[in-house]
């Protein structure tokens, strides 16, 4: 459909040892062919689909500029469903840039983001949800969520929605044959079979619903922020559950000297973890600044760690950030159990449950694992091994399956009502619809077909 | 004007439901209007079932004459019974079915038309389309007399190579006993009008003193006084009874025995029969495990024996019809006066049409009705109406009048027929109006006689009953929300009375009525409220509009959602072969129908909501460049 040829980088520029440019359109193996000269003086014409070629990228002035292999995909075999050539290059910005360059001047046009993507889908290779998994693939931060949309490129999502849909097909045609063939003497549904059948599409959508959020934590990691009155050791206590998992830190860049960031896998599930700067009443501008950043993060995050120390008395600060977690997950952290205790346990467990407090040392190094348990818990709970089998869907289409949702909620409380069939119909015709849109079906044919098929109706 | 004899504005071919409606309409715009009938004694005959309406059928009829047609007057006129069908359910999907004196509704029509200036009516065949430079000229009757016009409507219905079937004999007629259309359908395809054939049935009809009624069920119509037409007063009508009975395993025995005698089994018709009007044959056939059929038994007038067997359609051979006939109980001595028939006839693909019924390739020439691969006097009625009103509206050179599917049933037929594909002749039902809440059978004059007004089929005195129901309901919506009740104990007294909830704070009348319980006269009068209106249905029509406001503002909601894909529009030059991502078929069906916007795009058969994606993104990104 699209007349003209696009390339871009498809590997990150000077990262790796390799790069790739990838080419698509009617004229990509013609352009590549321009420069580029293979050892066995092979041209790019002459090859069949997926197969590999060695030789070296030439500029205008007939210099060597890259050794690559190319790569092509002949229409519709390809990812575009064009023809594709992908130029396998050394890393370095230089070279690949050259290169890049040689192919724009040879008739390819820079790809806009995505566009490869939107070739496909425009193409009709893939469907909207498998356009969007693709999207989840190539920003998945973690191998878990990586499973969950390549399940979701296989369409595993499309079958459930089409699961559901064809539930509440099933009824649809069951209420209008009941509305348009009033005289005949077919088995009109009742309202109770209608309310159980209602209910039980009501559940699967909240199901899909529940995942969702799972998902997100999955994909976007879960916010833990360590709170507490200055050196109750905060930052000993993140440094060392860093260090212990050091292999996998990865500092995120452009956080603030305040509050520090830093981001750690447990079982799979990205945790970000931020230690805030001491929280207590200050006078002095400056750190009621960083007080007040403090707090802000309190709000933002998904869990909060609570750090007090065992050898200090609580005051009355202490009390007041227990009462401010109350409305988040929380974990209460006692530090320094190597010295001497001055703080009453018992009065603690007046203002946080017993399960939810761990004793460590990180002077000593102990208790950590306790408390990495206690993150994990509050993170995903049991439920994690679950995760990676069930349909997890993105943030469009919780909204969607949401709104159809209130559709199935609105034909329940019409059908409790025993209003007549036309509007709990109606209500069950926009979840139909709604539910189609996220998989890109949408049709009104559908509800006739499907009671001539079943009913034996007509004059 | 040319005063030649045979000179006309408009000529309409076919004298039934939907040449009426198109007769009357250019007739009544002042144009010189020619009828031409094969049979001057068989006008807007009935030749199935013998009545006008029912669901998703009146809601055609009254918007019908809403906007000045016909046939609800002429009806109102010749019916023996009105029933109100889904009384149980929501005004959306009530219906009004009048049972008609078929014998008198062809004589009242026929005066009507013979009362009409400038309407002249005539007998002959039309054999051939007369067209010059793709503009329509006239037409040719058998025996070679030649008719011209600036306009021609075409309303075979069934007479096009029509073929009777019954057993394994078959005739050549365009109805039972009558004379047939040889040569028009080689005149459209030479014009470039593809054609296709379908196929339809009716029960035999048996004899009203052979039937011990004692074993039926008797169903008699509406005792209240009601009105069929907006324009008349509502009356207590004639209520003749219908009866039911039952088909019976010995039925299903003697069709499934010799089933090989069908001609749907035996070959001899193999072309498409609506579904929703189907056999008892094909009934037993797809449906083995129903042990009883329903069978109602309608007179087919008042001053005959004649009694229509709807749910007893067959075409099987006469003797065996007798069978089936007398195996159903209370038929047993039942003796059947004309058997049931199967015919076959020639339709075109009424995807060839714009949304005015006329042709997209030959100017000035339109369709109407059966041959448009309707089915029903109602659906026939509408779209010769909608013809009409197109042809008339273009020789005086008048905007065209297109309805839409948000506002009108006539708009969902047409727009179903034209981008749709068709499977089987076409029937209307509620569930085809995806805003049926708002289209409904009461409303149809306050939704639509603006149009007939303006057009010129409804006179002034007709639209200030219109204009004066639509003031009154406002005013007495706003006195419903004015008028507020307190919650003293007098108050709740009588909302106790009513079998209603007490309320604790002071509420309106409005807020009160939205209780299902709550009936407006009822509501009115028991809190002493005197309000007096001219018209009593305005009553009707603010009471619907406040029980089910949240719905009809779902409804709103809605159409604005699609109104944007309705507004994207797609030159009919577009080369939809061009865009790889379609497929196939989409493709094809798109460059066939050649859609005018987005929206009637989506709404084609084959054509997915992941075409219209591409289709949306395609011409986003050439209009963005």
């Given at each position: 459909m699209e007349e003209d040829t696009i390339t871009a980088l498809a590997t990150k520029a000077g990262e790796s040892a390799v790069n790739i440019i990838k080419i698509s359109g009617n004229n990509s193996i013609e352009i590549a062919q321009k420069i580029f000269k293979s050892k066995s003086q092979r041209k790019l014409q002459e090859l069949k689909t997926y197969s590999m070629i060695y030789g070296n990228i030439y500029d205008e002035n007939g210099d060597i500029i890259d050794e690559v292999i190319i790569s092509i995909m002949k229409t519709p075999h390809s990812y575009t469903r064009e023809d594709v050539v992908e130029i396998n290059c050394h890393g370095g910005i230089a070279a690949v840039n050259k290169i890049l360059d040689l192919v724009i001047k040879s008739g390819a046009r820079l790809a806009e983001p995505g566009e490869f993507t939107k070739r496909a889908f425009m193409n009709g290779r893939i469907d909207l949800t498998q356009v969007e998994a693709i999207a989840d693939i190539i920003y998945a931060k973690t191998e878990t969520s990586l499973k969950i949309a390549a399940n979701n490129l296989k369409g595993i999502l499309s079958q459930e929605i089409k699961s559901?849909?064809?539930?509440?097909?099933?009824?649809?045609?069951?209420?209008?044959?009941?509305?348009?063939?009033?005289?005949?003497?077919?088995?009109?549904?009742?309202?109770?079979?209608?309310?159980?059948?209602?209910?039980?599409?009501?559940?699967?959508?909240?199901?899909?619903?529940?995942?969702?959020?799972?998902?997100?934590?999955?994909?976007?990691?879960?916010?833990?922020?360590?709170?507490?009155?200055?050196?109750?050791?905060?930052?000993?206590?993140?440094?060392?559950?860093?260090?212990?998992?050091?292999?996998?830190?990865?500092?995120?860049?452009?956080?603030?000297?305040?509050?520090?960031?830093?981001?750690?896998?447990?079982?799979?599930?990205?945790?970000?973890?931020?230690?805030?700067?001491?929280?207590?009443?200050?006078?002095?501008?400056?750190?009621?600044?960083?007080?007040?950043?403090?707090?802000?993060?309190?709000?933002?995050?998904?869990?909060?760690?609570?750090?007090?120390?065992?050898?200090?008395?609580?005051?009355?600060?202490?009390?007041?950030?227990?009462?401010?977690?109350?409305?988040?997950?929380?974990?209460?952290?006692?530090?320094?159990?190597?010295?001497?205790?001055?703080?009453?346990?018992?009065?603690?467990?007046?203002?946080?449950?017993?399960?939810?407090?761990?004793?460590?040392?990180?002077?000593?190094?102990?208790?950590?694992?306790?408390?990495?348990?206690?993150?994990?818990?509050?993170?995903?709970?049991?439920?994690?091994?679950?995760?990676?089998?069930?349909?997890?869907?993105?943030?469009?289409?919780?909204?969607?399956?949401?709104?159809?949702?209130?559709?199935?909620?609105?034909?329940?409380?019409?059908?409790?009502?025993?209003?007549?069939?036309?509007?709990?119909?109606?209500?069950?015709?926009?979840?139909?619809?709604?539910?189609?849109?996220?998989?890109?079906?949408?049709?009104?044919?559908?509800?006739?077909?499907?009671?001539?098929?079943?009913?034996?109706?007509?004059? | 004007m040319n005063n030649s004899k045979n000179v006309f504005d408009v000529i309409v071919v076919g004298a039934g439901h939907a040449g009426c409606e198109a007769a009357l309409v250019c007739s009544r715009l002042n144009l010189k209007t020619l009828l031409l009938t094969i049979n001057i004694d068989k006008i807007a005959l009935m030749p199935c079932n013998p009545s006008i309406g029912g669901v998703g059928k009146s809601q055609l009829v009254a918007e019908l004459d809403a906007l000045g047609g016909q046939m609800a007057k002429t009806a109102e006129k010749t019916l023996i019974q009105l029933k109100i069908l889904n009384k149980s359910k929501g005004p959306a999907v009530q219906s009004l079915r009048a049972q008609i004196d078929k014998k008198a509704y062809e004589i009242e029509?026929?005066?009507?038309?013979?009362?009409?200036?400038?309407?002249?009516?005539?007998?002959?065949?039309?054999?051939?389309?007369?067209?010059?430079?793709?503009?329509?000229?006239?037409?040719?009757?058998?025996?070679?007399?030649?008719?011209?016009?600036?306009?021609?409507?075409?309303?075979?219905?069934?007479?096009?190579?029509?073929?009777?079937?019954?057993?394994?004999?078959?005739?050549?007629?365009?109805?039972?006993?009558?004379?047939?259309?040889?040569?028009?359908?080689k005149s459209l395809n030479n014009l470039g009008i593809k054609t296709d054939r379908y196929q339809t049935a009716t029960p035999p009809r048996i004899d009203k003193r052979t039937i011990d009624f004692s074993k039926?069920?008797?169903?008699?119509?509406?005792?209240?006084?009601?009105?069929?037409?907006?324009?008349?007063?509502?009356?207590?009508?004639?209520?003749?009874?219908?009866?039911?009975?039952?088909?019976?395993k010995k039925t299903h025995e003697i069709i499934a025995k010799n089933i090989d005698k069908s001609p749907i089994r035996s070959g001899i018709i193999s072309t498409h029969g609506p579904r929703h009007c189907p056999s008892i044959d094909r009934k037993v056939i797809n449906f083995p495990e129903k042990t009883r059929h329903p069978v109602f038994i309608e007179p087919e007038g008042e001053y005959t024996n004649e009694m229509y067997l709807q749910g007893l359609t067959t075409s099987m051979p006469i003797e065996f019809q007798q069978l089936i006939v007398n195996s159903v109980e209370g038929l047993e001595n039942a003796r059947i006066i004309r058997p049931g028939y199967a015919v076959e006839y020639d339709y075109i693909f009424p995807s060839q049409l714009n949304l005015t019924l006329e042709s997209k390739i030959i100017e000035n020439l339109f369709f109407a009705g059966q041959i448009n691969g309707t089915s029903g006097y109602e659906e026939a009625a509408v779209q010769g109406f909608i013809a009409g009103v197109n042809a008339s509206l273009k020789l005086l050179k008048k905007p065209e009048l297109i309805l839409t599917r948000e506002e009108s049933y006539t708009g969902v037929l047409i727009d179903d027929l034209i981008t749709k594909e068709l499977y089987e002749p076409y029937r209307m039902y509620t569930s085809r109006a995806e805003y049926r809440l708002l289209l409904r059978s009461d409303n149809a004059d306050l939704r639509l006689s603006k149009y007939g007004y303006e057009i010129g089929l409804i006179n002034k005195k007709q639209y200030d009953k219109v204009l004066n129901k639509e003031k009154e309901i406002q005013i007495l919506n706003e006195f419903l929300k004015q008028k507020v009740i307190f919650p003293a104990s007098k108050n709740n007294e009588i909302l106790k009375n009513m079998n209603s909830a007490v309320i604790e704070v002071p509420t309106n009348l409005y807020q009160i009525l939205k209780r299902p319980e709550i009936r407006i006269l009822d509501l009115l009068n028991n809190f002493?409220?005197?309000?007096?209106?001219?018209?009593?249905?305005?009553?009707?029509?603010?009471?619907?509009?406040?029980?089910?406001?949240?719905?009809?503002?779902?409804?709103?909601?809605?159409?604005k959602k699609y109104s944007n894909l309705e507004k994207i529009t797609i030159p009919q030059t577009f080369d939809y072969f061009k865009i790889n991502g379609l497929t196939f078929e989409a493709k094809e069906k798109l460059n066939s129908i050649k859609p005018n916007t987005l929206g009637q795009a989506s709404r084609i058969a084959g054509v997915s909501p992941a075409d219209i994606s591409i289709l949306l993104i395609y011409l986003k990104s050439k209009s963005g460049r």
């Amino acid at each position: 459909m699209e007349e003209d040829t696009i390339t871009a980088l498809a590997t990150k520029a000077g990262e790796s040892a390799v790069n790739i440019i990838k080419i698509s359109g009617n004229n990509s193996i013609e352009i590549a062919q321009k420069i580029f000269k293979s050892k066995s003086q092979r041209k790019l014409q002459e090859l069949k689909t997926y197969s590999m070629i060695y030789g070296n990228i030439y500029d205008e002035n007939g210099d060597i500029i890259d050794e690559v292999i190319i790569s092509i995909m002949k229409t519709p075999h390809s990812y575009t469903r064009e023809d594709v050539v992908e130029i396998n290059c050394h890393g370095g910005i230089a070279a690949v840039n050259k290169i890049l360059d040689l192919v724009i001047k040879s008739g390819a046009r820079l790809a806009e983001p995505g566009e490869f993507t939107k070739r496909a889908f425009m193409n009709g290779r893939i469907d909207l949800t498998q356009v969007e998994a693709i999207a989840d693939i190539i920003y998945a931060k973690t191998e878990t969520s990586l499973k969950i949309a390549a399940n979701n490129l296989k369409g595993i999502l499309s079958q459930e929605i089409k699961s559901i849909r064809k539930d509440l097909l099933d009824l649809i045609i069951d209420v209008e044959a009941s509305i348009d063939f009033t005289e005949e003497d077919i088995e009109i549904i009742t309202y109770d079979e209608m309310l159980k059948r209602v209910k039980f599409i009501s559940s699967k959508l909240k199901e899909l619903i529940k995942n969702e959020e799972k998902g997100e934590i999955v994909k976007n990691g879960i916010k833990v922020a360590i709170i507490g009155k200055p050196n109750v050791g905060k930052s000993s206590l993140l440094n060392l559950i860093i260090k212990k998992d050091k292999a996998i830190v990865t500092p995120i860049p452009g956080t603030t000297r305040d509050a520090v960031e830093e981001i750690l896998y447990l079982n799979g599930i990205p945790v970000i973890m931020t230690d805030t700067a001491g929280i207590r009443e200050s006078k002095n501008m400056i750190e009621k600044i960083g007080v007040n950043k403090s707090m802000g993060e309190i709000e933002r995050s998904d869990i909060l760690i609570i750090v007090i120390d065992n050898s200090r008395k609580i005051t009355n600060e202490d009390i007041e950030i227990l009462n401010k977690s109350k409305e988040k997950k929380h974990i209460l952290c006692i530090n320094k159990i190597d010295k001497k205790s001055k703080i009453d346990k018992m009065e603690i467990k007046k203002y946080i449950d017993e399960k939810l407090i761990v004793e460590v040392s990180a002077l000593k190094n102990t208790g950590i694992d306790k408390l990495e348990e206690k993150i994990k818990d509050l993170t995903i709970g049991k439920d994690r091994f679950e995760i990676e089998e069930k349909i997890i869907i993105n943030k469009r289409q919780k909204i969607t399956i949401q709104k159809a949702k209130e559709s199935i909620d609105n034909a329940i409380n019409a059908i409790k009502n025993k209003l007549s069939q036309e509007f709990p119909a109606l209500d069950l015709r926009n979840a139909y619809n709604l539910l189609g849109e996220i998989i890109g079906e949408n049709t009104n044919e559908d509800i006739l077909n499907g009671i001539f098929s079943k009913f034996c109706v007509g004059k | 004007m040319n005063n030649s004899k045979n000179v006309f504005d408009v000529i309409v071919v076919g004298a039934g439901h939907a040449g009426c409606e198109a007769a009357l309409v250019c007739s009544r715009l002042n144009l010189k209007t020619l009828l031409l009938t094969i049979n001057i004694d068989k006008i807007a005959l009935m030749p199935c079932n013998p009545s006008i309406g029912g669901v998703g059928k009146s809601q055609l009829v009254a918007e019908l004459d809403a906007l000045g047609g016909q046939m609800a007057k002429t009806a109102e006129k010749t019916l023996i019974q009105l029933k109100i069908l889904n009384k149980s359910k929501g005004p959306a999907v009530q219906s009004l079915r009048a049972q008609i004196d078929k014998k008198a509704y062809e004589i009242e029509m026929k005066y009507v038309l013979e009362n009409t200036p400038n309407l002249i009516l005539r007998q002959g065949n039309v054999c051939n389309i007369l067209v010059e430079n793709q503009i329509v000229k006239g037409v040719e009757i058998e025996g070679g007399i030649y008719f011209y016009s600036n306009a021609v409507i075409v309303t075979t219905g069934t007479f096009l190579r029509g073929r009777i079937i019954i057993g394994d004999k078959e005739y050549k007629a365009g109805r039972m006993g009558e004379y047939l259309s040889l040569n028009l359908t080689k005149s459209l395809n030479n014009l470039g009008i593809k054609t296709d054939r379908y196929q339809t049935a009716t029960p035999p009809r048996i004899d009203k003193r052979t039937i011990d009624f004692s074993k039926t069920i008797e169903q008699p119509g509406e005792f209240e006084p009601l009105n069929f037409s907006f324009w008349n007063e509502k009356t207590i009508h004639k209520n003749i009874s219908s009866y039911l009975t039952y088909t019976n395993k010995k039925t299903h025995e003697i069709i499934a025995k010799n089933i090989d005698k069908s001609p749907i089994r035996s070959g001899i018709i193999s072309t498409h029969g609506p579904r929703h009007c189907p056999s008892i044959d094909r009934k037993v056939i797809n449906f083995p495990e129903k042990t009883r059929h329903p069978v109602f038994i309608e007179p087919e007038g008042e001053y005959t024996n004649e009694m229509y067997l709807q749910g007893l359609t067959t075409s099987m051979p006469i003797e065996f019809q007798q069978l089936i006939v007398n195996s159903v109980e209370g038929l047993e001595n039942a003796r059947i006066i004309r058997p049931g028939y199967a015919v076959e006839y020639d339709y075109i693909f009424p995807s060839q049409l714009n949304l005015t019924l006329e042709s997209k390739i030959i100017e000035n020439l339109f369709f109407a009705g059966q041959i448009n691969g309707t089915s029903g006097y109602e659906e026939a009625a509408v779209q010769g109406f909608i013809a009409g009103v197109n042809a008339s509206l273009k020789l005086l050179k008048k905007p065209e009048l297109i309805l839409t599917r948000e506002e009108s049933y006539t708009g969902v037929l047409i727009d179903d027929l034209i981008t749709k594909e068709l499977y089987e002749p076409y029937r209307m039902y509620t569930s085809r109006a995806e805003y049926r809440l708002l289209l409904r059978s009461d409303n149809a004059d306050l939704r639509l006689s603006k149009y007939g007004y303006e057009i010129g089929l409804i006179n002034k005195k007709q639209y200030d009953k219109v204009l004066n129901k639509e003031k009154e309901i406002q005013i007495l919506n706003e006195f419903l929300k004015q008028k507020v009740i307190f919650p003293a104990s007098k108050n709740n007294e009588i909302l106790k009375n009513m079998n209603s909830a007490v309320i604790e704070v002071p509420t309106n009348l409005y807020q009160i009525l939205k209780r299902p319980e709550i009936r407006i006269l009822d509501l009115l009068n028991n809190f002493g409220f005197d309000f007096t209106i001219k018209d009593n249905d305005v009553y009707n029509q603010v009471e619907i509009n406040t029980k089910y406001e949240g719905y009809i503002l779902k409804q709103l909601e809605e159409i604005k959602k699609y109104s944007n894909l309705e507004k994207i529009t797609i030159p009919q030059t577009f080369d939809y072969f061009k865009i790889n991502g379609l497929t196939f078929e989409a493709k094809e069906k798109l460059n066939s129908i050649k859609p005018n916007t987005l929206g009637q795009a989506s709404r084609i058969a084959g054509v997915s909501p992941a075409d219209i994606s591409i289709l949306l993104i395609y011409l986003k990104s050439k209009s963005g460049r």
